[in-house]
């Protein structure tokens, strides 16, 4: 058994203790609070680590909500590259799993700086771009690593695809075209699906379709499985991606969402799920022209959930903390930003039954920090994943 003791524990599920502690095992948090005589028990009990965090923070491991972490290699270039595949602008079939390399150096940087699930998968050159998984940032293997998987259908519109396409003198060239795919796509995967439907239930009178692995992969989105993980930065994007969830009445995520600061109160109307960033880039594209620091702050102040990504290799994994900061410093609030990086980024990724707070019988992935967790100064004196420690300053 794990046993941190003395510590400021900041669980993110609404409690906070001043000398608090926390035990885990088997790899899962089996108690946490502030009961001394608690403590005295499990020590006496027989521990295989005791950690004294007396004057520092204990909390959550961050979670990076939308990454390309092990699909861009560190370093490596064309040969570790493989978040796109641009032959095909509908690729739902493909599996982030099958293209991460898990030993990737942006895993080691990742869990150093406190970093311990990333949520990672295909870029947005395509329409349908494939599945994301999320993976905790330490593993033998992506075996090892994987927390959940598939975790979303990765989708694209505006100026990624259509830059791709063009090029290829192939659709989509144009907006229209891009959300005219994906409807096709949709549609398609929704009469598969009743094929399906009505084979099993009468296979006397129906036949059985052909296997289609595209559209076996969307026929988990129409079912609810998992949502679609929309790339969308401009507002008509943002709301083409709403517009057409709507439709097939299927959860989206929106991701960047870099002009949804001049439409939050539809936004809001819609309940929408939001994760933000990069913002620690160059406006380096038409679609990034009213990019601004502020929007996280002003999104969580009208009273949207949002995350924080760092969008790896975009901005490197390991300064996710430093988003969250900057954002602070342009007006979100602090408790909302460590949100944004912990509890909220694992409810809108949908995997909040196993990180994101520290609770008993959730995942022991905790971080021991030296001082406030959005202080520059301030660094990172334990990473434990699984109840095990992966890193020690």
Not at 185 to 209: C, G, H, I, T, V
């Amino acid at each position: 058994m794990l046993l941190i003791k003395n510590a400021r524990l900041l669980t993110m599920a609404g409690s906070e203790y001043e000398n608090g502690y926390i035990a885990a095992e088997a790899g899962k948090i089996t108690a946490l609070g502030c009961d001394a005589a608690e403590v005295e028990k499990l020590e006496a009990a027989g521990c295989s680590e005791v950690i004294d965090a007396r004057g520092c923070y204990v909390l959550p491991g961050f979670i990076d909500a939308h990454c390309h972490v092990g699909m861009c290699e560190d370093g490596v270039g064309f040969e570790g590259e493989d978040s796109n595949e641009m032959t095909d602008p509908v690729t739902p079939q493909l599996r982030a799993i099958d293209g991460i390399y898990h030993a990737d150096r942006a895993f080691v940087e990742a869990r150093e700086n406190g970093i311990t699930t990333v949520v990672t998968g295909p870029g947005s050159a395509n329409v349908i771009g494939g599945q994301f998984a999320a993976l905790k940032t330490y593993g033998r293997s992506v075996e090892d690593m994987i927390l959940k998987e598939p975790v979303a259908m990765k989708i694209a519109f505006g100026e990624n695809p259509k830059s791709v396409y063009h090029e290829k003198r192939q659709s989509p060239m144009t907006r229209m075209a891009t959300a005219a795919i994906l409807r096709e796509s949709l549609m398609k995967a929704k009469e598969y699906r009743q094929m399906l439907d009505d084979y099993e239930r009468d296979s006397e009178n129906f036949d059985k379709p052909d296997y289609d692995m595209k559209l076996e992969a969307l026929m988990r989105v129409l079912k609810g499985e998992m949502p679609l993980k929309a790339h969308a930065h401009r507002a008509d994007d943002i709301l083409t991606a709403l517009r057409i969830a709507k439709e097939f009445d299927i959860h989206v995520t929106i991701e960047h969402c870099t002009e949804g600061h001049l439409i939050t109160d539809i936004l809001l109307e819609e309940n929408t799920s939001v994760i933000t960033g990069p913002f620690l880039t160059d406006r380096s594209k038409i679609e990034l022209k009213n990019q601004s620091v502020k929007s996280p702050g002003i999104l969580s102040r009208a009273g949207l959930k949002i995350a924080i990504m760092t969008d790896h290799p975009c901005t490197p994994v390991q300064y996710l903390p430093l988003c969250a900061a900057v954002a602070v410093k342009e007006g979100m609030d602090e408790q909302e930003a460590l949100k944004a990086i912990t509890i909220n980024a694992a409810e809108i990724t949908g995997i909040s039954d196993r990180v994101g707070s520290l609770e008993t019988g959730k995942d022991a992935d905790i971080i021991i920090m030296d001082g406030p967790p959005l202080d520059l100064k301030t660094k990172v004196l334990y990473t434990i994943i699984n109840g095990q420690v992966v890193k020690r300053l």
